[in-house]
């Protein structure tokens, strides 16, 4: 059974900065994409980075490049995404998802497992 669990979320000032953990477990793929997805109150899920097995290949939305990093951790099961310079409009649920069908994507609809998502808050 596919597990996919997030930890970090909470609250944070503007400015600030919070790491999020997604590890997941029951995966036999190896060569499979992790992203990051989130989702505010009324608005549709949307894409904020993603990383290939090798790390080699890191795209971020436009609204989080340069203030986000995402990577793995050395047990490879486990994905990061350092958020920094945090701005009120980063308020959201926070998914990991995991893509084990093939090349990187950018769309929620070609990822195959979700965790339960992590709340990220930001006071202005």
């Known amino acids: 059974q596919v597990q996919l669990v997030e930890s970090g979320g909470g609250l944070v000032q503007a400015g600030g900065s919070l790491r999020l953990s997604c590890t997941a477990s029951?995966?036999?793929?190896?060569?499979?994409?992790v992203g990051w997805f989130r989702q505010a109150p009324g608005k549709e899920r949307e894409f904020v980075a993603a990383?290939?097995?090798?790390?080699?290949?890191?795209p971020y939305a436009d609204s989080v490049k340069g203030r986000f990093t995402i990577f793995r951790g050395n047990a490879r099961n486990t994905v990061f995404l350092q958020m920094g310079s945090l701005k009120p409009e980063d308020k959201a649920v926070y998914y990991c998802?995991?893509?084990?069908?093939?090349?990187?994507?950018?769309?929620?609809?070609?990822?195959?497992?979700w965790g339960q998502g992590t709340q990220v808050t930001v006071s202005s």
């Open positions: 990383i290939t097995w090798s790390g080699s290949i890191t």
């Open positions: 029951g995966l036999t793929s190896r060569t499979y994409v």
């Open positions: 998802a995991v893509d084990i069908s093939g090349p990187l994507q950018l769309d929620a609809r070609d990822y195959n497992y």
